[in-house]
């Protein structure tokens, strides 16, 4: 709700970049009346948040990346083994 609210204060249609665009029958036209919306909507301009720790973030994918990797290999060696026993 808050969400729809910040993008509409009035609650009223307004033009929102990458969401809404308001067009007149000449735009549609012009687009050979396509109301395809990727072709009036465009893209949104990304969100920034000013709570965002980027190096926390990261520092976390790399953690999450050294377990997987960890995992995996332990994965490969079970594999392995369990050919070895079918002596594949």
């Not at 949104?44 to 948040?49: F, K, L, T, Y």
Request: charged share 30%.
């Amino acid at each position: 709700m808050v969400w729809l609210q910040d993008r509409f204060p009035k609650a009223k249609l307004q033009g929102v970049q990458g969401m809404v665009k308001l067009v007149n029958r000449k735009e549609i036209e012009a687009a050979g009346w396509s109301l395809t919306p990727g072709r009036y909507v465009g893209v949104a301009s990304p969100e920034e948040s000013d709570d965002f720790d980027f190096e926390q973030t990261l520092r976390d994918i790399h953690t999450e990346l050294a377990d997987l990797n960890r995992e995996a290999v332990e994965l490969a060696a079970r594999i392995t083994q369990n050919f070895e026993e079918l002596g594949i």
